[in-house]
Nanobody
Framework: QVQLVESGGGLVQAGGSLRLSCAAS????????MGWYRQAPGKQRDLVAV???????NYVDSVKGRFTISRDNAKNTVYLQMNNLKAEDTAVYYC????????????????WGQGTQVTVSS
């Protein structure tokens, strides 16, 4: 069993910063790509940032220069540093990862965190 647990969300004023964390636990053999998505009320989930196992990153245009995705492979954890937050960043943020399990029959599966609320007030 694999689980992604997110933390770090909260309420912040526009222009402020938050750092989200997502730790994977369970029967993990290898973690490939990890990413962050967000979903505002009444909207679908949108990709925010992704990072490969080798550290290559990509961001949606609206967060470039403000957000930084990183990972600590030894801790099976991905982070999203969010600076200069704007009201339009308000959403539930979800961690996403593609993970190989340790069982002999395991394949690479997509996992999602439970979501953490980020609210930016102005």
């Amino acid at each position: 069993q694999v689980q992604l647990v997110e933390s770090g969300g909260g309420l912040v004023q526009a222009g402020g910063s938050l750092r989200l964390s997502c730790a994977a636990s369970g029967s993990i053999y290898e973690i490939n790509d990890m990413g962050w998505y967000r979903q505002a009320p009444g909207k679908q989930r949108d990709l925010v940032a992704v990072i490969t196992s080798g550290g290559s990153t990509n961001y949606v245009d609206s967060v470039k220069g403000r957000f930084t995705i990183s990972r600590d492979n030894a801790k099976n954890t991905v982070y999203l540093q969010m600076n200069n937050l704007k009201a339009e960043d308000t959403a539930v943020y979800y961690c996403n990862a593609y993970i190989w399990g340790t069982a002999w029959y395991a394949s690479r599966k997509e996992y999602w965190g439970q979501g953490t609320q980020v609210t930016v007030s102005s």
